[in-house]
Every structure is written in C-alpha cells, then in structure tokens.
C-alpha cells in the first residue's frame, strides 16, 4: 500500500506541472525524484528495520524569466531509508530550499539557498547528492560582478544547512578570480590566471557562555572563528594545461585526532595533463592535514561539511571493482594518480575502434608513512562492429582497515564486459567478474574470493530488465543477488527491483557514506518536465 500511495505522490506532483510549462512571459521546469524500499525479513542478513518500510521523496521546480529566476524544493521521508537516519528521524516533511535571483551582463544578486564551489571545493563547496542524502547549501545571500573578462569577484554570506535543519554558524566567504591571458592580450593563445579564496565559519556558542568556553579551551581553541585561505594558479596551452592550489587553515576540531586538540589546517593540490589526437594523460596529487571542515563543531556525520574532499582515485561502476573503495583521511594523507587514456579509431569504419586506459593510485597516512591505498588497473575496449563491443578489465588494489597501521589486504579483480545489438532497439549485454584475493600463510585477504554476474537486456527506448549475482565463495558464503526492470515514457522512469544488498559504502564522485545491509523490493521514480 505505501508503494501505491508514493507512486500516487508523483503522479499527484508531476501531472499538474507538466500542463503549465508556459506562465506569463516566464517558463516553469521541474522534476520529482523518489526512492522507496520495502524491507523483508531475511535470516541470512537479520537486518530488517522495524518499520520494514522507507521511502525519500524530493520535489524541485523551478520558474525562469528573462534575467529573473526562482525555485524551491521540497523532501518528505515516509520513513527516511535505512541508513539515511541522520537525515531525520522516521517521518519528515520540510522546505529543502528556495531562491530568487537576478542576472545581469556583468553583476548578480541570488538570496535563498545557494550552491557553488570555490576553486576545487578545498575550503568550500556547497551541494546537493541525493543518494548520499547530502545538502550543505548555504542559506543567505551571494553577489557576484564581472569586471569585463578580466577580473570576476564574488561573495557569499549565510548559515549552512545541517540534514532538515541549519547549522549552529554563520559561514562567509569571498572568491576573486583575475584573468591574466586576459590583461596580457593572450587568451587566444593560452588560459592564465590567479584566484582566491577566503572563508569564515563563526561557530556560535550555544551551550553556554562558560560551557562553550571550557570545550574550546580544552581544545585549545582561541576563538569560534575559523579562517580559511586558498591561492590558485591555472594555466594552459595548446593540449597542455597545469592547475595548482594551496590552502590554510586556521586551527580547528578534528573527530579523528588522538588527543582531541584543535590544529591548524593545510591543503597542497596539483594536477597536470597533455592530450593530443587520441592520446591523453592526467597526473594528480593531493596532501590534506586536518582538512575535514564542519558545518558545525556540535553535530557530525557525513552531511556535516562545508568543503569537498573526494576521493581521488577511479571510481568505478563494476560490483566486485567497488566492493572497497577507498575513504579519504583527512587528518592526514598524501597521495594521488595518474591517468592515462588512448584511442584508435579505423578511418574506414566508424563503428570499429580500441580504447586503452590504464590508471594508477596510491595515497598515504602523513603520520605512520605507510601506504592505505594502492590501485594500478587497466581496461580495453573493443568496438568490433557495429553490433559488438567487448570491455575487459582488471584492478589489483590494495587498501588498509586501520588507516596503513597494519598491513594492506590484497584484491585482483578481473572483468568481461561484452554488448550485443541485435538491431536499433533491443541489445544484450553480460558482465561476468571474479576476484582473487592474496593468500598469506594459507589464510584468505578479508572475505576471500567473489564471483559475479549481470544479464541486461534492452528494449529501446523504454524498456530494460537485469539480473545480477554477487557471491562470496570463502568467508561468508553468501549470495547477494537482484533483478528487475526499469520503463522509461517521455521524461519519467520508473525502475523496480527485489535483492539482497551487501553492507558496504554508497560513492558518487568520490564521497562516501555506508549503507547498512538489507533484502527488500526497491522502486525509483524520476521525471522532470
């Protein structure tokens, strides 16, 4: 009953918006999203919530005018889903965000809930990821005024959402970017400029004059004020390009420190790549020291930042490639990848070429000096006709439960890939996987060695089933297995599925949160008009 009553929401939702697109002289967009699970009870797994229901519900629609523009958004959890209970407890109905915002050739002025990113999100990033349950927009007023193409300027100010309410702090900044390709006359030849960051967090006091006071001292912290600092470089040439930030930070809580004490931050970033023809290449590196920056010091949890720190490494889409990926330390690590991509295409046949990729990571604690991640992997695509592509792949990774402290476990991980296209609508395509794990004295790394499978068949453009299969073959001896259908019409999907799903982390763009373990029926609704 509570999956009907969520697919009447939407429908409820969306109808009447898709028959007024036009208002006035403006245009209204918008979508719905929803996610709802029906948990069983699964002895395999003894991990059924008690309300075996749970259901996330976003609504966001948006109204545009020539230069004007306004939207809000809307998330209601009947139930919130397991493993999204920082979100809200059980039940929640809330206004998510809102704006109004007017743009100008060089000037604009947005007041409500506001998303941006300054530099590469290293003192702050502020946005929206559904399946992580994360919005740390900041809720206040950003300017921003373009000097010509030459210098661009912009501030904000305003408290950061915290789940389905804000932050206990007031949070400030101001990014400046200077466009020296510009000035020099030179920016049909290269890209040049110099930019930078500042951003204050005012972390008001909340339990008490003299209560506040002996957390901060005993933390040693002079003051509830955190300033960030960032310099960047970025600069580019024909298929060379090199970008370069630094960052400090004033001293600060960190939940992972030993002893407790506040210390101050830093952050040093450099990426470098080349591509010609079907040639590329990308090198990155990263240190952070206590760069993990909440939006407020009394609370935690994954949705409590006001910075971006993703992982820097491949993140994949492949089951037993994704089973462990890697978790950013930002007390202290250092690290990065390189990255490095070749095609080759037939001149004859369009529908007939090679992708080689090949891509290495590794990252360290700046503390023990030891490794906790090592991925070297490589892929090959084949196009062979016009019907037939083939992927194979394979990872070797090596990643450490205890930050490096005891060893690396060892993973070499093997894919097929292989799509069939019977004609312009309807493709078959089968994955097969296994993964081999290090042996040490007779002993399995971790869980030991996996196998999986996914069968997909498509009927485009609206119709596709799967089945899949993930099993454990030495430690745990179990089957974590799903199959179901999606059906796409216009703009609205919908995709239902039944499964077992593993306990483990949930990654998109490199930022993580774990999901606890459930079996149940899963349906998805999207659309957008």
Known sequence: MRFLATILLALVAITPAVAQKKVGNGQVSGSFESTSIGYVNDKRLDAAPEDHFGSNNYMKVDYNNG?????????????????????????????????????????????????????????????????????????????????????????????????????????????????????????????????????????????????????????????????????????????????????????????DAVDGMATNGSAIFGEAGYSHGGFSIVATYRQLKNMATRASLYDDGTGNAINYLPALTRQYTYMLANLNPYQVYALGEMGGQVDVCYSLRSKENRYRYWNFHANFSTFYNTFSKRAMWRDINFDVERQWSKKLKTIFLFSRQEWSKSLGYQGLYASNIFVGDVTYKFDRKKSLRVEVQYLYADRHDGAYDYEGDWVAGLVEFSLAPRWSFFVQDMYNIDETKTNYYSGGFSYTYNRTRVQLSYGRNRAGYICSGGVCRYSPAYTGVNLVLTSSF
């Not at 919130?80 to 109905?93: C, H, I, M, S």
């Not at 809930?113 to 999100?121: E, L, P, S």
């Not at 466009?179 to 930078?196: N, V």
């Open 67 to 255: 230069r004007f523009s306004a939207g809000i958004q809307a998330n209601a959890f009947l139930p919130v889903l397991q493993g999204y209970e920082d979100l809200a407890d059980g039940y929640k109905f809330y206004l998510a965000s809102k704006y109004i915002q007017w743009r100008d050739k060089n000037y604009e002025i947005l007041v409500g809930d506001i998303f941006d990113q300054y530099g590469n999100g290293l003192i702050y990033r502020s946005f929206e990821d559904r399946q992580l349950g994360f919005n740390n927009s900041i809720e206040g007023v950003r300017a921003g005024y373009n000097f010509g193409r030459y210098v661009s300027l912009k501030g904000m100010y305003g408290r950061p959402r915290l789940y389905t309410e804000y932050a206990s702090s007031w949070v400030r900044g101001a990014d400046l970017v200077v466009s020296l390709a510009d000035i020099c006359g030179i920016q049909d030849k290269a890209t040049l400029s110099l930019e930078g960051s500042y951003v204050n967090r005012f972390q008001k006091l909340t339990l008490g004059d003299d209560r506040d006071k002996m957390i901060f001292e005993a933390a040693g912290l002079d003051n509830p004020n955190l300033n960030m600092y960032s310099g960047r470089l970025n600069f580019g040439i024909g298929g060379f390009y090199l970008h370069g930030e630094y960052v400090h930070k004033s001293k600060d809580l960190n939940l």
